[in-house]
């Protein structure tokens, strides 16, 4: 091998990131979104925001939601009951509907016979005035799921471009020599170099951040792409399925019904027993399989606690006598600890909100990271054709390829984020579909963006679509005004309504003031390109030989 180890790296470290960078782009952007989802989703609902303030124990809302249940589907084969948290206030109340009398045939899967409702916790009737929304459950889902592809295939899809970005990450530290030292070096309007200065600072100021995010995302796909430690593990205890019973007790429990009514034993009594099980530790979720059956049971799980761990314990009772059976989750495997720590830190339910806000601005970074070397590779091909372009010649498919796709990602995912807001806001309440609606929304203005940076990936295009997603996101605030009863005159001036929706408000106003700044600066760039290109009129020249020579 000729090139040395720096070079060789470069080479991986350029195509392993330009290959994925526009997918990579979505991912850091929902991802980074998703520290704040529930936070997000309470900004898209503003009918709970009157319900924030007006908190009720959780045995209250257990008992509320069981009552509700038991008159809105006595029926079901299981009863669920997200309950609320410190972070949501929309109790969420799910069962799986009996099948229908044709038979097995005709039944369906349990996943197609689930329904759901949001109740308020206080009063246990039905939101009915709720929008409907996905809120920040999509942007989280979208950054493993992408939307419209199937599942699995979009999980392969990030799967394989993570792999490649921790790849680009490694090669990238051994390749930039100075890395550390160029950390603390930027200069401005030095074409290229200003590039490469702007793409070292955002990647060395959260390289920590970097590395772990992107191989804790990796461990969350392990039994996807890496299924055989699993497998060999567990051979004689039945494979995969009994890790999956072992770590995520969510499931336990299901056993087939008896056909004997039975009454269903207090629910708050068990909640009260689980929670001196924990030492007092919140709940997260109560199943209850078999509801008035004499074999029913009843799965009470903890909410997540600040520890690193993902790992849920649950208790499972006896759904008639309320005797407890088993403690689930609590002694675990090295491996499945080991496991839940690596995706706890990828999930950072742990995280008070201070620290959420420092892996959201990391997860920022991450984004301008993966744009700023996009640009590089567009900057450094265009200047390497410089000369034959000037010579009239066009630029190569790859370039224009890449400087189009490198506009509608970079400045046409704002927009899309900052539509999917607005149509929150402007869809009428009582529109059928909804919550798809304003995800078609999402998709639709990043598809017009893209479509217009093929069409022309120009300086006035970066100029324009940047513009535009300032004013999308500084014009929410504004538009809460109008269709809300929460907004920052309200939640900041007067100090009413839940800061939670305050914070998302002024964090859409910094998002567009970036967004503001940088087509300012483009702007201003714009201007002075312009004003060097202009010819001088030969009038003004001194002697006729240097009039032909300036024209």
């Known amino acids: 091998m000729k090139e040395g180890l720096r070079q060789s790296m470069a080479w991986l470290h350029t195509w392993c990131g330009l290959l994925v960078c526009w997918v990579l782009l979505l991912v850091f952007a929902g991802g980074s979104a998703s520290y704040f989802k529930e936070e997000i989703s309470l900004w ?29 589907a006595p029926q079901a084969e299981r009863w669920f009951i997200t309950l609320p948290d410190e972070r949501s206030v929309a109790m969420r109340v799910g069962w799986i509907a009996p099948p ?34 996905r809120g920040g459950e999509f942007l989280y889902r979208l950054h493993f799921d992408l939307h419209y592809l199937p599942v699995q295939w979009a999980r392969w899809i990030v799967s394989v471009c993570a792999l490649f970005m921790l790849v680009a990450i490694v090669s990238g530290v051994i390749t930039h020599r100075r890395i550390f030292a160029d950390f603390f070096t930027f200069r401005r309007n030095k074409g290229q170099r200003s590039w490469l200065d702007a793409h070292n600072a955002t990647a060395v100021l959260a390289l920590p951040f970097h590395l772990m995010i992107t191989y804790t995302g990796l461990i969350t ?28 007790p969510g499931g336990a429990g299901r056993v087939k019904a008896a056909g004997v009514a039975a009454p269903l034993t207090a629910l708050p009594a068990l ?26 049971t009843v799965v009470v799980t903890r909410q997540k606690l600040a520890t690193l761990s993902s790992l849920q314990p649950a208790l499972l009772f006896e759904g008639v006598s309320g005797r407890q059976v088993a403690a689930l989750g609590e002694a675990v495997s090295a491996t499945a600890l080991t496991r839940g720590a690596l995706v706890g830190l990828h999930l950072a339910h742990f995280a008070d909100p201070w620290l959420r806000v420092l892996f959201f601005l990391c997860g920022l970074c991450g984004y301008l990271m993966v744009a700023t070397g996009a640009l590089l590779w567009a900057v450094k091909t265009r200047q390497k054709q410089a000369k034959a372009i ?25 927009i ?8 929150n806001r402007l869809l009428p309440v009582e529109l059928a579909g909804r919550a798809q609606m304003e995800i078609h929304l999402f998709f639709a203005a990043w598809a017009i963006a893209a479509v217009l940076a093929q069409i022309r990936p120009s300086l006035g295009m970066w100029r324009l679509q940047l513009g535009a997603g300032a004013a999308l996101f500084l014009g929410l605030p504004v538009l809460n005004v109008f269709t809300t009863h929460s907004h920052l ?3 900041l001036l007067q100090g009413r309504g839940p800061w939670a929706v305050a914070g998302c408000d002024l964090t859409l106003l910094a998002l567009g003031s970036a967004l503001a700044l940088a087509a300012h600066l483009l702007a201003r760039r714009q201007r002075a390109s312009q004003a060097r ?7 003004h020249a001194a002697h006729p030989a240097v009039a032909k020579e300036i024209a």
């Open 100 to 133: 229908p009398a044709a038979g097995k045939e005709a039944a369906g899967s349990p996943r197609s016979r689930f329904k759901s409702e949001r109740i308020d916790a206080a009063t246990g009737q039905p939101l009915a005035r709720v929008r409907d929304t």
């Open 44 to 72: 898209m609902m503003p009918e709970l925001h009157a319900s924030a303030a007006a908190p009720v124990t959780q045995a209250q809302a257990i008992e509320r939601a069981a009552a509700y249940l038991q008159q809105r």
């Open 271 to 296: 909640a009260e027993r689980a929670r001196q099980h924990w030492q007092g530790a919140p709940l997260a979720l109560v199943v209850v399989n078999n509801p008035g059956d004499a074999k029913a």
């Open 416 to 423: 899309a984020f900052a539509s999917y807001f607005w149509a």
């Open 489 to 491: 005159g309200v939640t």
């Open 221 to 248: 796909l392990m039994f996807m792409i890496m299924p055989w430690g699993v497998q060999s593990a567990y051979r004689d205890q039945g494979g995969e399925k009994a890790f999956f019973e072992e770590v995520f």
């Open 390 to 414: 000037a010579d009239g010649a066009r630029a190569g498919f790859g370039l224009r390829l890449v400087e189009a796709l490198n506009l509608g990602a970079i400045a046409g995912l704002p």
């Open 533 to 539: 290109s202009v010819p001088v009129p030969v009038r």
